[in-house]
């Protein structure tokens, strides 16, 4: 299926302080006040900015909501139902109005006319996921697009102002390292945190994903394969974040999605021996087991190092509620016919009952007896607080190999 994001809308574009003075002055009149607080002669922030719809209107959806939402997204083309999803737990209704913003550091406004806009001409065809999102009939205002590419865009008033009121926020793809590099500790970082803070639904896909854990894979040497991860756990590509591993210090860490890292494009890309890697080197040493430099016990109690590996067109939807956290999965109805061109749009939640036996730099990972539960439908809850829900299967990793392949 063709990627949704080469689409054109009817978006326009601001680049550059200097150029968006007057124009985001009357765009975004219902904050003044914030939009002229860093109006400085001089400003070297540049960054892009496209609308689509009215993002002028007025909104009355919730500032604030009671449980948190997150869209945990494994790349590849976008599934519709997890924006809807967002929209719906922000509280948007056609009497509401409501602002989605996307953030990335690279790429165009092209997010803007899938989310905003309903494909009518497709509404009887046989590919129900191309029927875009249909956010304005859901209630969306406007669907906004912010490409931040440095530290100073960032830290940039407007920008900040422009995210901070938004409804829903989704990371798009791209590279995790650009977002580690010019957005962490900024303050769009606190923004972000700001919004996580008043439960506002917060989605990403790929790298948007990569950084939604508490610790996240940061790439910043390039990626790492499956056979590079497992031949050695400490290798130049394998660098995470926060460094060294730490409680506290990491990007946007949702305190839904403790303890956890994350990884994307889990079939597609052979990357289950990666995320295996990437949980072990959470696990802290204890006598002659254990990764250096790991923080988190291994085993099933609370606590523990675990991960999220998620298939291409496959989202897994994340919700505070009463009695915890639980998920469930959800990708497009065009790829659950079955047929050998589809992928398995399935979710993999990992943790390992026995920390590493052997975990050194320059040495094969050896990590025995871990847990996985394999989500491939769309009706299963898992609850997240408890780690349960599915069929738990145990899987080794032995002398820089696995010995049978969880997928």
């Not at 054109?8 to 574009?13: E, K, L, S, T, V």
């Not at 139902?81 to 922000?90: D, P």
């Not at 046989?126 to 931040?148: D, Q």
Request: aromatic share 8%.
């Amino acid at each position: 299926m063709p990627s949704k994001r080469g689409l054109a809308g009817a978006c326009w574009r601001v680049a550059g302080q200097g150029a968006i003075a007057a124009s985001l002055a009357l765009l975004l009149a219902a904050s003044p006040a914030t939009l002229a607080a860093d109006k400085k002669a001089g400003s070297t922030a540049t960054y892009s900015y496209f609308a689509t719809g009215n993002p002028d209107a007025a909104v009355t959806a919730p500032a604030a909501l009671s449980a948190p939402s997150f869209v945990l997204m494994g790349g590849g083309p976008d599934v519709d139902a997890a924006f809807r999803w967002m929209i719906v737990r922000a509280g948007i209704t056609p009497k509401t109005g409501g602002r989605f913003v996307v953030i990335r550091a690279t790429g165009t406004e092209a997010y803007n006319p899938y989310i905003y806009y309903s494909n009518d001409a497709s509404s009887t065809s046989p590919s129900p996921a191309e029927l875009w999102v249909g956010g304005a009939a859901l209630g969306l205002s406007a669907v906004e697009t912010l490409v931040i590419p440095s530290v100073e865009a960032a830290n940039d008033a407007t920008v900040n102002a422009i995210v901070g009121r938004a409804n829903a926020v989704f990371i798009a793809g791209g590279d995790q390292a650009d977002y580690l590099r010019y957005w962490k500790g900024t303050k769009l970082d606190a923004t972000l945190r700001g919004l996580m803070a008043k439960n506002i639904p917060l989605g990403g896909t790929s790298a948007g994903l990569a950084v939604l854990g508490q610790f996240d894979y940061a790439a910043l040497n390039g990626s790492v394969t499956s056979k590079q991860a497992l031949s050695n756990p400490y290798n130049k590509y394998m660098t995470l974040d926060p460094a060294p591993l730490a409680p506290s210090g990491g990007f946007i860490a949702p305190p839904a999605l403790a303890n956890l890292i994350t990884d994307s494009h889990l079939d597609s890309r052979d990357r289950m021996g990666r995320l295996f890697a990437f949980v072990a080197r959470l696990v802290r040493p204890d006598g002659s087991t254990g990764c250096g430099g790991g923080i988190l016990p291994a085993g099933g109690g609370a606590g523990t190092a675990r991960g999220i590996g998620i298939d291409v067109e496959t989202a897994l939807l994340v919700q505070g509620e009463r009695g915890g956290v639980t998920a469930r999965r959800v990708t497009n109805p065009s790829n659950q016919t079955g047929t050998a061109a589809d992928t398995e749009s399935a979710v993999y939640f990992v943790r390992p009952l026995n920390p590493p036996t052997a975990c050194a730099d320059g040495k094969p990972l050896t990590m025995t007896t871990v847990e996985v539960q394999k989500l491939a439908d769309s009706d299963t809850v898992f609850n997240l607080g408890e780690w349960s829900g599915l069929k738990p299967r145990t899987f080794d990793a032995v002398s820089g190999e696995l010995t049978a392949s969880p997928y």
